[in-house]
């Protein structure tokens, strides 16, 4: 597996946010509710300081609801304010704005708009989030990584606008589970993961978590095997089938992919909010020593 960002375009990104920082207000992050501590950029900790910052959690229709809960009580700690938000449904949205019309305005003699700039890994749903609260479709949205380009500002009414901003990742993925939940989630581009090897992570992650989610989704009896064989199955199941009756193993890996992107193996969210440990360099215990299957550049 490899990842799409380099020391050099998170340099130019950086440049780019502290520029763009000094015109707002405050600073909504997004993260993504499945893994809110691995989809927090651990590279703009110190330039967000200068500002609110708001944590907004998307697509908590995909992550379990009392993990979401937890996530969102232990990251008040961190921000300014924290909301669940369902970018698509538009679900959370009057409660963020609420909290938004709390955050403190720059001190200027002329009244001014709150101004506002949204930033988070990509795809996780930040130009969703702000067609949401425009209620139009202000942004253009798309369910893989890079749909926004350049900076893009946009009105949400009388006295609020936003600034959407493309996806960022970091040069230095520090660990392998790290890796394998940013690329589960679908922050990184599917043309440059190993989708059979990010299928078997998630045969493991699954097996370990929810075994009774994947056995019913795919009527799998026995899931003391070969994590290779559980994909065959599910492949099998599905009719990923190639000449001679064989599985095309690549395609039942993505199957398995889409389906828990899309929610079909029901809510499942990748990291507890009990054993994450803040802005603590680690991370999470199970980030100690693991190498990187996402080696930069
Ligand atoms: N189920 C679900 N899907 C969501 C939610 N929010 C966003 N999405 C989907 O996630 C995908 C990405 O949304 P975008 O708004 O384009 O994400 P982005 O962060 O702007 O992406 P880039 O500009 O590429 O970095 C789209 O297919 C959305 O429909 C949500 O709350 N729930
Ligand atoms: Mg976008």
């Known amino acids: 597996?490899?990842?799409?960002?380099?020391?050099?375009?998170?340099?130019?990104?950086?440049?780019?946010?502290?520029?763009?920082?000094?015109?707002?207000?405050?600073?909504?992050?997004?993260?993504?509710?499945?893994?809110?501590?691995?989809?927090?950029?651990p590279d703009l900790r110190g330039i967000l300081a200068a500002k609110p910052v708001v944590a907004v959690l998307t697509r908590p229709d995909l992550a379990d609801t009392a993990a979401t809960s937890a996530w969102q009580e232990r990251l008040q700690l961190q921000y300014s304010a924290v909301a669940a938000v369902n970018a698509n449904s538009g679900e959370g949205v009057k409660y963020l704005l609420r909290q938004l019309e709390a955050l403190p305005k720059r001190k200027k003699e002329v009244p001014h708009p709150l101004r506002l700039i949204v930033v988070g890994i990509p795809n996780v749903g930040k130009s969703s989030l702000i067609n949401r609260l425009t209620g139009r479709s202000a942004a253009a949205t798309g369910d893989k990584p890079g749909i926004t380009r350049g900076k893009q500002w946009v009105r949400v009414r009388e006295g609020l606008e936003i600034l959407?901003?493309?996806?960022?990742?970091?040069?230095?993925?520090?660990?392998?589970?790290?890796?394998?939940?940013?690329?589960?989630?679908?922050?990184?581009?599917?043309?440059?993961?190993?989708?059979?090897?990010?299928?078997?992570?998630?045969?493991?992650?699954?097996?370990?978590?929810?075994?009774?989610?994947?056995?019913?989704?795919?009527?799998?009896?026995?899931?003391?095997?070969?994590?290779?064989?559980?994909?065959?199955?599910?492949?099998?199941?599905?009719?990923?089938?190639?000449?001679?009756g064989v599985v095309d193993m690549e395609a039942s890996a993505r199957l398995l992919i889409k389906d828990f992107r899309e929610g079909r193996l029901g809510r499942i969210t990748l990291e507890s909010a009990g054993e994450w440990r803040g802005d603590d360099e680690s991370g999470f215990p199970e980030d100690d020593g693991g190498s990187n299957s996402l080696p930069p550049g």
């Open 1 to 41: 597996m490899e990842i799409q960002w380099y020391p050099g375009q998170m340099a130019k990104a950086k440049r780019l946010l502290r520029e763009n920082l000094k015109l707002v207000d405050a600073v909504i992050e997004v993260l993504d509710a499945r893994i809110p501590g691995s989809s927090r950029n």
């Open 164 to 244: 959407d901003t493309p996806g960022m990742l970091w040069p230095k993925i520090k660990t392998a589970r790290q890796a394998f939940v940013l690329a589960a989630v679908g922050a990184v581009k599917d043309e440059i993961i190993d989708s059979y090897e990010l299928g078997i992570e998630l045969v493991d992650f699954l097996r370990e978590n929810v075994p009774v989610k994947l056995q019913e989704r795919y009527k799998i009896e026995a899931l003391d095997v070969e994590r290779a064989a559980i994909l065959e199955e599910i492949g099998r199941h599905r009719g990923c089938l190639i000449a001679g």
